[in-house]
Every structure is written in C-alpha cells, then in structure tokens.
T-cell receptor
C-alpha cells in the first residue's frame, strides 16, 4: 500500500456521461499529479497541483477538468469523452517542500469509454 | 524537448543473473530521475530516485546510476529473481517545474 488511493478502480462510461475520478493521499504531501497511460504509449503527465494551485496543464482537452480542493484530494471530472480516452488514469503525489520529491503512485482507475 | 528512451524494450533472463537496464534522455537540464516498476494492470512502485547532483543510489539488490553529461542512467539488478518480473520505467523531471517525462519501459521476465 503506497498511501495513495484511487476510486473507482474500474469505470465504464458512455460518451455522453459525466463521471469523476477521485484520488486521496495519506502521506502529507503537497503536490498531486494526474497521468494517463494508454496501451503502447508512455505515461503522459496531464495536470499537476502544488499546494492546491495548478502548475502544469499538458495541453489536455477541456473534456478533462481537474479539481484540487486541498493538498490531500484530487479529482478528475470527465464529460463527453471519446473512445480514445480509454486508458489507465494514475494519480501520484510528492513532497516538494524540502523534498524528497519522490513521486508515489496510486493503483489507477481503468477507464473504458463506449 | 525532453525525450526519454529505454533500451531494451524487453528482456528475458534466467534466475540469478545480474542485469542492467538503460535509460537515456536528450536534455541534461534535469531535476531528478526516478526508477519505477509496474506490474501488469497495476500502479507504479517507486524503486530509486536520483537527484541531479547525485551519481548513484542503492537499495538492496538495486543500484541506479546517473550521468547527466552523457544523458544516461542505468538500473543494475543483482541476482535476479522471478519476482523481479515486471515493467521497469524511468522518469525524468526537468528543472524549474514539475513536468515529468517517462520512457516507454523495459519489460523484464526472469525465468525460474
């Protein structure tokens, strides 16, 4: 158990649905990340929040909307997705104030868009 | 633009063998480099993190080195075991921000 939890673990949604992914870290970290892992492609950074402020948006389509209400919780709101958005979505956290800067990952949410 | 390459893409070795996984990056302006393992369908487990000022890190049977000038890192696994079978990923974080670029990984299979 890495201290980073994600729910749900599996999600199937239609292209017109709206759903949200949740991530929670119990490590006292201040930075949180969303990554996308598609089949046969390297992990892609989507968003980064540091002390609740967004610091990175890697040109992600607006149908993905992140929310970070505090340093322990991170959400990814999904709407009008496309089949190519089917992937494993991973959340990570790190301690940035004086380090050690190591990223710890959750188990991921396997998303299937039908 | 930072690019991260891992060679080989796949590797099969007999149990007990020592092995080296390679990671190369194109931009030496890195903040740190982190090695992970990923089991099928699972999240990532952190193995080692090397800060840009460091040359190597060790944890148990694992040793990771970093040579920024040549844009290379290696992960050395001693006395490999079947439980080491997984995909190994390296990730490079650039200086001045949080942007992290991952390699495609090396899939390792250790035969009993």
């Amino acid at each position: 158990e890495t201290g980073v939890t994600q729910t749900p673990r599996h999600l199937v949604m239609g292209m017109t649905n709206k759903k949200s992914l949740k991530c929670e870290q119990h490590l006292g970290h201040n930075a949180m990340y969303w990554y996308k892992q598609s089949a046969k492609k390297p992990l892609e950074l989507m968003f980064v929040y540091n002390f609740k402020e967004q610091t990175e948006n890697n040109s992600v389509p607006s149908r993905f909307s992140p929310e970070c209400p505090n340093s322990s919780h991170l959400f990814l709101h999904l709407h009008t997705l496309q089949p190519e958005d089917s992937a494993l979505y991973l959340c990570a956290s790190s301690q940035e104030q004086a380090g050690p800067y190591e990223q710890y990952f959750g188990p991921g949410t396997r998303l299937t868009v039908t | 633009k930072q690019e991260v390459t891992q060679i080989p893409a796949a590797l099969s070795v007999p149990e007990g063998e020592n092995l080296v996984l390679n990671c190369s990056f194109t931009d030496s302006a890195i903040y740190n480099l982190q090695w992970f393992r990923q089991d099928p369908g699972k999240g990532l487990t952190s193995l080692l993190l090397i800060q840009s000022s460091q040359r190597e890190q060790t944890s148990g049977r694992l040793n990771a080195s970093l040579d920024k000038s040549s844009g290379r890192s290696t992960l050395y696994i001693a006395a490999s075991q079947p439980g080491d079978s997984a995909t190994y990923l390296c990730a490079v974080r650039r200086t001045g921000g949080f942007k992290t670029i991952f390699g495609a990984g090396t899939r390792l299979f250790v035969k009993a």
